[in-house]
């Protein structure tokens, strides 16, 4: 198992920009992928990002291609979400998730806003 913590959210204006961050308790190395997920007000979670942690190979939701850029630092056990063109739609609670095996672990969230 490994503890995830978020940190880097925060109230934005619609266009601007926040790099989210995720640092594991332990190395990431061993875990196949670790992705970014947000859920809003009386909406499912849902998943914004993946990233394969030994080739680097990622996905995205529809709804933030080309605005997102999720990558990773093995060396310092960390994930990054950078969010750009950010729109009030955007708003949300946003979670780390490690694929680890049983089960997959969570951070506590970090709180993204985003004004119009």
């Known amino acids: 198992q490994v503890q995830l913590v978020e940190s880097g959210g925060g109230l934005v204006q619609a266009g601007g920009s926040l790099r989210l961050s995720c640092t594991a308790s332990r190395s990431i190395f061993s875990i196949n992928a670790m992705g970014w997920y947000r859920q809003a007000p009386g909406k499912q979670r849902e998943l914004v990002a993946t990233i394969t942690t030994s080739g680097g190979r990622t996905n995205y939701a529809d709804s933030v291609q080309g605005r997102f850029t999720i990558s990773r630092d093995i060396a310092k056990n960390t994930v990054y979400l950078q969010m750009n063109s950010l729109k009030p739609e955007d708003t949300a609670v946003y979670y780390c998730?490690?694929?680890?095996?049983?089960?997959?672990?969570w951070g506590q969230g970090t709180q993204v806003t985003v004004s119009s």
């Open positions: 998730n490690a694929a680890t095996r049983p089960t997959p672990n």
